[in-house]
């Protein structure tokens, strides 16, 4: 599972990286500007599913009645569900992309300060922060769709691949719904804005730990909604 992480990290830089072999920019944006983004899909899709693997098992819990188990026990079900699981592939994820990340980062003339270095910090945090409430958010429409496996969370996680590149590329209707009804341009692409100094997005960039905290928020209030509706198989 980490040597396929690895692969297919390497393989998608690979892309960019033919890509930019013949055009110079994409929109106004470098090659090593849009790897930062690629790095940042990555990174924050490793940390879900090394330490919190357990929303794409949800599904399966509920539909089985192993959920039962988590309403008995004197935690949080959305702490239990979150560790419920690892995915090791994850740890794959962070290391490449965090390689990537660096290499970005000494490939583009950005003046660094203490500041800039904890803000990257931060926007790192927050974007995976968010990404993991992506994948519990839309993981708890298993206790409205009763399957072995719900379809919609692996939709939801499809959308990142729009986060991957310049969002600028994009029609309105497709940033909209990355901006504002699944939010992962925060995830990559505000943040690349702000950690470069790209003025017309880099304000935006600052918004993403109160994004984190939104949908943070918002997937936990899903989640009890969802868990109001929860009936036990009765296995």
Do not use: C
């Not at 970005?104 to 922060?129: E, F, H, K």
């Not at 901006?179 to 992962?184: K, S």
Request: cysteine-free; overall charge positive; aromatic content about 14%.
């Amino acid at each position: 599972m980490l040597f396929s992480a690895v692969i297919v990290q390497i393989a998608g830089f690979l892309f960019i990286w033919t890509i930019f072999q013949r055009i110079p920019t994409i929109n106004g944006w470098s090659m090593w500007q849009v790897v930062m983004m690629y790095a940042l899909i990555f990174v924050t899709e490793g940390v879900g599913s090394l330490f919190f693997e357990g929303t794409w098992r949800l599904s399966n819990l509920v539909y089985t009645g192993q959920f039962d188990q988590m309403l008995v026990r004197p935690l949080s079900p959305i702490v239990q569900v979150l560790a419920n699981a690892v995915g090791f592939n994850g740890l794959g994820n962070i290391v490449t992309g965090l390689v990537l990340i660096v290499i970005g980062i000494l490939n583009t003339p950005v003046q660094w300060t203490p500041g800039r270095l904890l803000m990257l910090v931060i926007l790192v945090a927050s974007a995976a922060t968010i990404r993991v409430a992506i994948n519990l958010g839309s993981a708890a429409s298993a206790f409205w769709i009763k399957a072995p496996w719900s379809m919609v969370p692996m939709f939801v996680h499809q959308l990142g691949e729009f986060a991957k590149y310049p969002i600028t590329i994009y029609s309105v209707a497709v940033q909209a719904l990355i901006v504002i009804a699944v939010p992962f341009a925060f995830v990559s692409f505000f943040p690349t804005a702000f950690i470069f100094g790209v003025e017309a997005w880099s304000i935006q960039g600052l918004l993403t730990p109160l994004v984190a905290i939104y949908s943070v928020v918002l997937a936990v209030w899903l989640f009890r909604v969802g868990l109001r509706r929860y009936e036990s198989s009765g296995h």
